[in-house]
């Protein structure tokens, strides 16, 4: 059982930055592969980013590439993303997710556990 608590999230203009933090109980953090999605109001929830089990593999929607960064630290059980130069269709909530596949997932339902979100909203 891996239980993920997101944090981070919050009010922000245009063309800022946020980091999110996602902690995970358990000590087999490092055999999970992570994400994040998000989902905005009407919308179905979408991939963001992937990192394998290593950190040495991640993978990012085309809409964020260039822009977001994921990363983990299998010391800490916490995975990041920082989100550079934000745009109002970034507002969504976000969520971090664990795949028992160890390898880069795209997909909602190649995740296992999911955290309950946290709210990031960019203003124009």
């Known amino acids: 059982q891996v239980q993920l608590v997101e944090s981070g999230g919050g009010l922000v203009q245009a063309g800022d930055s946020l980091r999110l933090s996602c902690a995970a109980s358990?000590?087999?953090?490092?055999?999970?592969?992570m994400g994040w999605f998000r989902q905005a109001p009407g919308k179905e929830r979408e991939f963001v980013a992937a990192?394998?089990?290593?950190?040495?593999?991640?993978y990012y929607a085309d809409s964020v590439k260039g822009r977001f960064t994921i990363s983990r630290d299998n010391a800490k059980n916490t995975v990041y993303l920082q989100m550079n130069s934000l745009k109002p269709e970034d507002t969504a909530v976000y969520y971090c997710?664990?795949?028992?596949?160890?390898?880069?997932?795209?997909?909602?339902?190649?995740?296992?556990?999911w955290g309950q979100g946290t709210q990031v909203t960019v203003s124009s």
């Open positions: 990192i394998s089990w290593s950190g040495g593999v991640t």
């Open positions: 358990g000590r087999t953090f490092s055999s999970y592969a």
């Open positions: 997710a664990a795949s028992y596949t160890r390898v880069v997932v795209t997909t909602i339902s190649g995740y296992d556990y």
